[in-house]
């Protein structure tokens, strides 16, 4: 059957049309499971990985330690003080000081580092290569003087000082799961506070 050349036009542009409207559709799709997995995946506030999906990535490195026998460290910063930042200059303040502490821990990481926001006030990193106590406590003790230090906040007249404890637990000393090591972690970074030690 032959149709009409008019007829055939406008049958070919509503094929087109529909090619086109099933595009967008995908596309739309395609952006807006990015931003579930974004959304499910990252911190808001810092950008950084949130807790679910460090431990995702964790779990990876802890495997890879397995199966070739290296270790390495984790390390739990704490912001001190934060509280009062909050109470005295208000949330955007303190959202403020995350966001610059993030930020200042992700450009003094590595690139096969893994940094992420553990909740509230505290930070975690795992660190592949670093096998023994003494390796891990020198590289928290210079990523604490590069996170912490004076701080401009918008609002905020004189500048802040950013002070943060910091605990540090090798694999597999100390835990050959997640769980363990952070709560080594954190009995690390008390222990710290307990002793004044902070930067």
Same mark, same amino acid.
């Given at each position: ?17 529909? +090619? ?29 990985p949130n807790r ?34 909050? %109470? ?15 930020n200042r821990l992700?450009?003094?990481v590595r690139d ?8 509230? %006030? ?7 290569? +670093?096998? %023994? ?20 906040? %918008? ?45």
């Amino acid at each position: 059957i032959t149709l009409p050349a008019e007829e055939m036009r406008f049958y070919m542009l509503t094929f087109a049309l529909a +090619i086109v409207l099933l595009m967008l559709a995908g596309a739309t799709l395609l952006v807006e499971h990015r931003s579930l997995v974004e959304r499910a995946s990252f911190d808001p506030l810092t950008k950084l990985p949130n807790r679910s999906e460090f431990a995702r990535c964790a779990a990876e490195v802890i495997i890879t330690a397995e199966r070739q026998g290296n270790g390495f460290c984790l390390l739990l910063f704490d912001l001190n003080g934060f509280k009062q930042v909050n %109470d005295t200059y208000g949330h955007a303040a303190g959202d403020e000081m995350l966001k610059v502490v993030g930020n200042r821990l992700r450009k003094a990481v590595r690139d096969d580092d893994i940094v992420a926001r553990w909740g509230g %006030d505290e930070f975690v990193v795992v660190m592949p290569g +670093i096998v %023994d106590d003494e390796m891990g406590a020198r590289r928290a003790e210079q990523l604490a003087e590069q996170v912490s230090g004076r701080t401009r906040l %918008d609002g905020v007249n004189d500048a802040l000082r950013v002070k943060v404890s910091v605990g540090v637990a090798v694999w597999p000393r100390h835990g050959i799961e997640l769980e363990q090591l952070v709560e080594a972690a954190d009995q690390a970074m008390y222990q710290a506070k307990r002793e004044g030690v902070t930067y």
